[in-house]
Nanobody
Framework: VQLQASGGGSVQVGGSLRLSCTASGGTFTVNNMGWYRQAPRKQRELVATITLLGSTNYAESVKGRFTISRDNAKNAVYLQMDDLRPEDTAIYYC????????????????WGRGTQVTVSS
């Protein structure tokens, strides 16, 4: 299974970006999905998560500006980012909990390679 993320880029303060992340390769289902980010010289932090049933959770710093969504048919998770600020500058990583059968059912978190988001003033 591989996760492919896209949609990063450079925008000015107040701008918007939409990140996408799709899982492919093999037969599987996906439980929770999420986005994390890591700014220079900082630890990776949670941005938003979404459960299989669509319940969402956001970091306080992005509430009201970011929206996470998913398309189960496409094994995809999205992050709509509005009103972007310089402090949102980071590498954004998607993660999906992949459930597969290989002798037994097991759930494993997979991570995308990261996509850069840069917000300039």
């Amino acid at each position: 299974v591989q996760l492919q993320a896209s949609g990063g880029g450079s925008v000015q303060v107040g701008g918007s970006l939409r990140l996408s992340c799709t899982a492919s390769g093999g037969t599987f289902t996906v439980n929770n999905m999420g986005w994390y980010r890591q700014a220079p010289r900082k630890q990776r932090e949670l941005v938003a998560t979404i459960t299989l049933l669509g319940s969402t959770n956001y970091a306080e710093s992005v509430k009201g500006r970011f929206t996470i969504s998913r398309d189960n048919a496409k094994n995809a998770v999205y992050l709509q980012m509005d009103d972007l600020r310089p402090e949102d500058t980071a590498i954004y990583y998607c993660t999906q909990e992949i459930r597969q059968f290989s002798g037994r059912w097991a759930t494993t978190p997979y991570w995308g390679r990261g996509t850069q988001v840069t917000v300039s003033s």
